[in-house]
C-alpha cells in the first residue's frame, strides 16, 4: 500500500517569499492533517479535513496560512508571505476515519527553510 | 502549563539496559494516547496504543494511570535500533476533531 506522499521535500525561501505543499493522502483515508514541526518540538496540527470539509483549523495563522483540499483527496498548504519563524517540518497525515482509535499515517514531510 | 509534557532528555543507554520514559497530560478528559517514535529526520509512527489495563507489545510496555494524568512507556533490552525520539501522544474528549496533541519528545539513543 502506499503512503502518504508529500512535496517538494525541501524548501529554501526568502522571507516575504510564498511557498506551497503538496500532501497525497493514502487511498480511501478521508480525513487529512497538515502538522508544523519545529526543530526539537513536537507536531502541532494546523488543520484537520474530513473529505473536502475543514474539521479543525483552531490552529492555523489565517492570516498567512491557507490550505485546501477542493476534491476531497489531494491537499495544500501555502504560506503566504513567509517568516523566519516558519522554518520547519510540514508533515501531512491521513487516517481512513475521524473519531477515537484509528491511527494517523505520516508523510516524509516539507523542511522548509526561510532566510 | 503544556497539555502534554515529557522528560527532553537526552537518555543515553548501554545495549540491553531497561529504560523507562514518563509523560503527564494537563486535560482530565483526555480520550486517547499513545506513544509514536520519530527516527532522526523521519516522520512519527506509531509505536503502540495505551490503554487503563497497560499494554505490552514485546519488549514494549505501555501504562496509563488516568488518576495522576500520567502515561509511561518501558522498553526492555534496549537495542541500538530503538534509538529515537518517543512521542507522547494524547487525543482531547470526544467530539468531532480528531485531534492528536504531542508531547515534545523524549530522545533515546542507546550505546553498543
Known amino acids: 500500500e502506499a503512503g502518504v506522499a508529500q512535496s517538494p521535500r525541501y524548501k529554501i525561501i526568502e522571507k516575504r517569499q510564498s511557498v506551497a505543499f503538496w500532501c497525497n493522502p493514502i487511498?480511501?483515508?478521508?480525513?487529512l492533517y497538515w502538522y508544523q514541526q519545529i526543530l526539537g518540538q513536537g507536531p502541532k496540527l494546523l488543520i484537520q479535513?474530513?473529505?473536502?470539509?475543514?474539521?479543525?483549523d483552531s490552529q492555523l495563522p489565517k492570516d498567512r496560512f491557507s490550505a485546501e483540499r477542493l476534491k476531497g483527496v489531494d491537499s495544500t498548504l501555502k504560506i503566504q508571505p513567509a517568516k523566519l519563524e516558519d522554518s520547519a517540518v510540514y508533515l501531512c497525515?491521513?487516517?481512513?476515519?475521524?473519531?477515537?482509535?484509528?491511527?494517523?499515517?505520516f508523510g516524509p514531510g516539507t523542511r522548509l527553510l526561510v532566510l | 502549563r503544556k497539555e502534554v509534557e515529557q522528560d527532553p532528555g537526552p537518555f543515553n543507554v548501554p545495549e540491553g539496559a531497561t529504560v523507562a520514559f514518563n509523560c503527564t497530560y494537563s486535560?482530565?478528559?483526555?480520550?486517547?494516547f499513545f506513544w509514536y517514535r520519530q527516527d532522526c529526520r523521519k516522520e512519527p509512527k506509531l509505536l503502540m496504543s495505551v490503554y487503563s489495563s497497560g499494554n505490552e507489545d514485546g519488549r514494549f510496555t505501555a501504562q496509563l494511570n488516568r488518576a495522576s494524568q500520567y502515561i509511561s512507556l518501558l522498553i526492555r533490552d534496549s537495542k541500538l535500533s530503538d534509538s529515537a525520539t518517543y512521542l507522547c501522544?494524547?487525543?482531547?474528549?470526544?467530539?468531532?476533531?480528531?485531534?492528536?496533541?504531542f508531547g515534545s519528545g523524549t530522545q533515546l539513543t542507546v550505546l553498543p
Open positions: 501522544v494524547v487525543t482531547p474528549p470526544s467530539g468531532s476533531a480528531r485531534q492528536l496533541t
Open positions: 487511498s480511501g483515508h478521508a480525513t
Open positions: 486535560n482530565s478528559a483526555s480520550q486517547s
Open positions: 497525515a491521513s487516517s481512513f476515519l475521524t473519531g477515537g482509535g484509528e491511527t494517523q499515517y
Open positions: 479535513f474530513q473529505n473536502n470539509g475543514v474539521v479543525d
